[in-house]
């Protein structure tokens, strides 16, 4: 039987995919697929307590620690965006040069 993944966890790979659509790599999307089923499949990542005897404690700080590393995703994917436009920005300023703002007086 697979496990069942955290709706936290699938929404943040979701919104991963989504980003990395733009994401500035040759390899682009496929990239970016390939490496957050990497992080999101080590254990490192999110190191979670056994819980055999259903204990509620140990569930709640589970889902903690759980939380915990899915606003480290957020944070990665807020630094990806910057990435994108970073990326849009430099290529654009090449495109069309820089601006040289002229003081022109509006009546």
């Known amino acids: 039987m697979a496990k069942m993944i955290h709706p936290l966890v699938r929404d943040l790979y979701k919104r991963a995919l989504i980003v990395g659509k733009d994401y500035p790599h040759p390899d682009g999307l496929d990239y970016v697929r390939r490496k957050w089923k990497e992080a999101l499949r080590d254990p490192q990542n999110c190191k979670l307590i056994p819980n055999n005897n259903n204990d509620v404690d140990i569930a709640k700080k589970n889902e903690?620690?759980?939380?915990?590393?899915?606003?480290r995703g957020r944070y990665i994917i807020r630094e990806m965006e910057g990435t994108i436009?970073?990326?849009?920005?430099?290529?654009?300023?090449?495109?069309?040069?820089e601006v040289k703002h002229v003081g022109l007086m509006i009546p």
Do not use: S
């Open 64 to 71: 903690r620690i759980l939380r915990k590393a899915v606003g």
């Open 85 to 97: 436009q970073l990326k849009k920005y430099r290529t654009m300023r090449r495109r069309y040069g």
